[in-house]
């Protein structure tokens, strides 16, 4: 019986615990030989977006490099690793717990998340940090200052020699909290996204910082486009893989791998083929490209 790794999405998790996981990782390939380093991939709820960034965070990562065999062994990109495999300071963000309730909680909460992830940057990487330098950034009162204040603390520590590393950048359910804001505030989403507000400037300091050779790439996933249109000339250097037919089973589940799911759950193979027009009728049609297969 497969374990399913439903609601699981910590990838060294799913890998060491025995879960069932289709190897999407010869996208991380892909994905490197792609031109554009700045990338977006926007899918539904429940495609396994956050697993896939988890992956992603173990494979770039420099603290992961120990076990990457244990990772990744079994999987294809562990056979054929990428010169960029923990290479990186991984910076990862989660804009998926956020108390929209009022503009005073949804500001803080995105502060408070934004300084969290920089704050556990820290601690994985602190033997590339002084302390003075972590009490800096961390001093920040806003978001986009505790960030530029990382960035520029990492641009000082490559100037002096003391690392060559590049900071790759990973941000899940980047639209989580705005789309709440859409539906309930939009004039609040206007200010805070589209105008100068908060949101805004934090990812213009994002989009200063691969100018600065700081922020070397990024993948960003969500569910919608409205956030990213939003920003405008704030972040209009993302390039848009969500269409992309290249990449369009790079999440979710294919229809034979839904049979051997089935299959493996114990499904019996005189019932199968009912069973997968059940799921045709009911939750098939995510196709994101018109040339795309099932």
């Known amino acids: 019986m497969l374990r399913l790794p439903y609601g699981v999405s910590s990838f060294d998790k799913v890998v060491r615990e025995g879960y069932y996981f289709v190897d999407r990782t010869p996208y991380i390939a892909q994905l490197e030989q792609l031109a554009e380093p700045y990338l977006f991939f926007l899918r539904p709820r429940r495609f396994g977006k956050s697993l896939f ?6 494979y770039y990562g420099l603290e992961y490099a ?8 079994r999987f294809m990109i562990g056979q054929t690793p990428t010169t960029m495999a923990n290479r990186y300071l991984v910076l990862k963000l989660d804009f998926s717990r956020i108390n929209t309730q009022t503009s005073e909680s949804t500001i803080a909460g995105f502060t408070r998340n934004v300084k969290q992830a920089i704050s556990y940057f820290l601690v994985a990487y602190q033997e590339y940090f002084r302390q003075e330098e972590r ?4 001093a920040a ?6 960030l530029n204040h990382l960035f520029e603390c ?18 899940d359910e980047y639209d989580h909290f705005a789309n709440e804001l859409i539906a309930f505030r939009l004039e609040e989403f206007k200010n805070s ?14 989009k200063t910082a691969t100018g600065d050779g700081i922020v070397d790439r990024i993948f960003i996933t969500g569910v919608s486009p409205l956030t990213l249109d939003s920003l405008t000339s704030g972040f209009n250097i993302g390039a848009h893989l969500t269409l992309d ?3 369009h089973s790079m999440l979710g589940f294919t229809e034979p791998e839904v049979a051997d799911i089935l299959t493996g759950v114990g499904v019996a193979e ?6 997968l027009d059940d799921m045709r009728q009911w939750y098939n049609g995510y196709l994101f490209n018109g040339k795309a297969a099932p």
């Open 245 to 247: 037919i290249d990449f």
């Open 135 to 138: 009490d800096y950034v961390l």
């Open 270 to 275: 005189s019932v199968l083929s009912d069973v």
């Open 141 to 146: 009162d806003e978001a986009s200052d505790a």
């Open 193 to 206: 996204v589209s105008r100068n507000g908060y949101v805004r400037k934090f990812y213009e300091s994002i």
């Open 53 to 58: 960034v988890s992956m992603l965070q173990c």
């Open 154 to 171: 990492t641009k000082n520590a490559q100037t002096q020699g003391r690392f060559s590393h590049k900071i790759y950048l990973l941000i």
């Open 66 to 73: 120990e076990t990457f065999a244990e990772d990744f062994g």
